[in-house]
């Protein structure tokens, strides 16, 4: 059964940097198309990074050059680098794969980004 599990998540001050990341299990992510989603408060869901499986990444425009998309396959964890914060990154960070004809999802994990 496939599994993903978001971590890392909190408060950081405006400009602070912070890392999420999203271990899998019942699934290899090493090779994977894989996508980082966030919800804000009263919004939809967006997607805001995705990376490849031959790890190319893209962003979209609210995040491009803060954030960063990485895998570390001998841990079998992807992580989003987010840099820069400002106060409309706040909300919940969803990664997401779509496997075998079935989209699987974390639980999320909550970040905020106040002073």
């Known amino acids: 059964q496939v599994q993903l599990v978001e971590s890392g998540g909190g408060l950081v001050q405006p400009g602070g940097s912070l890392r999420l990341s999203c271990a899998g299990s019942g699934i290899i992510l090493s090779g994977t198309d894989m996508r980082w989603f966030r919800q804000a408060p009263g919004k939809q869901r967006e997607l805001v990074a995705s990376i490849s499986s031959d790890d190319i990444t893209d962003f979209s425009d609210s995040v491009k050059g803060r954030f960063a998309v990485s895998r570390d396959n001998a841990k079998n964890t992807l992580y989003l680098q987010m840099n820069s914060r400002k106060p409309e990154d706040t909300g919940f960070y969803y990664c997401?794969?779509?496997?075998?004809?079935?989209?699987?999802w974390g639980q999320g994990t909550q970040v905020t980004v106040s002073s």
């Open positions: 997401n794969v779509h496997y075998n004809l079935s989209d699987y």
